[in-house]
């Protein structure tokens, strides 16, 4: 079994070729590595090996991580990509670099109340459905533009951008990636600061070569870096 820091370089050469493929520069490109359901430990080899951003979707077990013994002192970033109910928002705000996964404007409405209470903004994207899966979260498309109208008036957090899980098949994942991306460009044009909505958040480990070459900006890999172990 390859190691984590053996994992972590054959994603990051994969990486780099679907730049090279795509005409892109790969320090457009973060690598989120999804840390949830493995151990501190695991998270402090992949530190050891380099990568600084990291993936949580389960706020408790976000929370003990953050805590363990073996990270103490190390300098993180965490992101939280899973779904995040309103009444979760407080216990993560001023501990995260990103949310990913706010498919409310209710949520993003509390997400704002309480970064206010801290004296702190906070970065988010919108999630959204583009396969439109009715197991999935996330926005309908039809709705984005009305829902990030309504966060651009939020204080304390700063809406960044949109994110997605897409469709298993490699072809209609690449259609919704692209969509994603001609979604983002509508709703820039009437954003009162288009320059802040930069970020696209698709693309995990079976599909994250698909969203490079449609303009992702962070990819979240879980599996291929972390095995099953």
């Not at 054959?10 to 892109?24: D, F, L, N, W, Y």
């Not at 996964?101 to 409405?109: F, R």
């Amino acid at each position: 079994m390859e190691s984590i820091a053996e994992n972590l370089a054959a994603v990051r050469a994969q990486i780099s070729e679907a730049c090279r493929k795509a005409g892109r520069s790969e320090h457009e490109v973060t690598l989120i590595a999804v840390s949830k359901t493995k151990s501190a430990a695991a998270v402090r080899e992949a530190w050891e090996a380099g990568q600084r951003e990291f993936g949580e979707s389960y706020v408790q077990e976000f929370l003990d991580k953050q805590e363990a013994p073996e990270l103490a002192g190390l300098p993180l970033d965490w992101h939280f990509i899973g779904h995040l109910q309103s009444n979760k928002v407080r216990q993560i705000v001023g501990k995260v670099t990103m949310v990913h996964g706010i498919d409310k404007v209710s949520t993003a409405e509390e997400l704002s109340k309480r970064a206010a209470q801290h004296g702190i903004e906070v970065d988010f994207l919108l999630e959204v459905n583009v396969s439109r899966e009715s197991t999935k979260y996330g926005l309908d498309p039809a709705s984005l533009l009305q829902a990030a109208e309504a966060c651009f008036t939020l204080p304390n957090v700063r809406l960044r951008g949109l994110m997605t899980i897409a469709s298993p098949d490699p072809d209609a994942a690449r259609r919704e990636f692209s969509e994603l991306r001609e979604t983002l460009d509508k709703i820039r044009r009437n954003a009162p600061d288009p320059a802040q909505l930069t970020e696209l958040s698709m693309g995990m480990s079976g599909d994250f070569e698909e969203a490079i070459q449609e303009g992702a900006t962070m990819i979240r890999i879980g599996t291929a870096i972390f095995s099953w172990r």
